[in-house]
């Protein structure tokens, strides 16, 4: 079974513009959760949707959107991008409702870099 | 305010030696709590969870975890360390109850030498 894909892996914007992440949950799973790691704030949850459905969030500003596709594909999107938006992007899945409660199992995660 | 401490930014081992990395919480009410490993270049991988029940967990390669209420501890634990956990460790709690925040801690290095 494929593991969770995430695209692109690598990203380079400049401050301003917006960016969009994408991630492929395992082929079953209908529970995605993303998350932010940079070096200074460390890991932080950005939020989690379970059929098509926002269920909770982290404290990150509205420039921080997501959405989930009826196939369980989610993306998230980063409007107005800033110097601090520069970071490792991960994108998890599980199979149950409970999704961050469940066990998860993370991507790879896409690397943004903002000029 | 809620929060997850990891107080060592880094743990050494020797191999074969037990291993323990420390792991504190400050949230309201039951918690849920979490420990995640980061391996190099091979991403963030769920090790185990206490929801509630015993409070010893164990969970994937070997580990295990104890809850202690009373210290607010969650400290991940190994009989005998191998170089492989080498590795970045997460410790994480939820609250807000099953569709809250999840916040971690900021991580622990764990070099195991043989």
């Known amino acids: 079974k494929a593991g969770v894909t995430q695209t692109p892996r690598y990203l380079i914007k400049t401050r301003g513009q917006q960016v969009t992440l994408s991630c492929s949950p395992i082929s079953g799973h209908r529970s995605v959760s993303w998350y932010q790691q940079t070096p200074g704030q460390g890991l932080q949850f950005l939020f989690e949707y379970f059929s098509e459905t926002q269920r909770n969030k982290g404290n990150f500003p509205g420039r921080f959107s997501g959405r989930q596709f009826s196939n369980s594909r989610s993306e998230m999107n980063v409007s107005t991008l800033e110097l601090g938006d520069s970071a490792l992007y991960l994108c998890?899945?599980?199979?149950?409702?409970?999704?961050?409660?469940?066990?998860?199992?993370f991507g790879p995660g896409t690397r943004l870099t903002v000029l | 305010a809620q929060s997850v401490a990891q107080p060592e930014d880094q743990v050494n081992v020797a191999e074969g030696n037990p291993l323990t990395v420390k792991c504190t919480y400050s949230v309201s009410g039951n918690p849920y709590l979490f420990w995640y490993v980061q391996y190099p270049n091979r991403g963030l991988q769920f090790l185990l969870k206490?929801?509630?029940?015993?409070?010893l967990v164990k969970g994937s390669y070997g580990f295990e975890a104890e809850f202690n209420k009373s210290q607010t501890s969650f400290h991940l634990k190994k009989p005998s360390a191998l170089v492989s956990d080498s590795a970045l460790y997460f410790c994480?709690?939820?609250?807000?109850?099953?569709?809250?925040?999840?916040?971690f801690g900021k991580g622990t290095k764990l070099s195991v030498k043989p």
């Open positions: 998890a899945s599980s199979l149950a409702r409970t999704g961050v409660t469940d066990t998860q199992y």
């Open positions: 994480a709690s939820l609250y807000g109850g099953s569709q809250g925040n999840l916040i």
């Open positions: 206490y929801i509630t029940g015993d409070n």
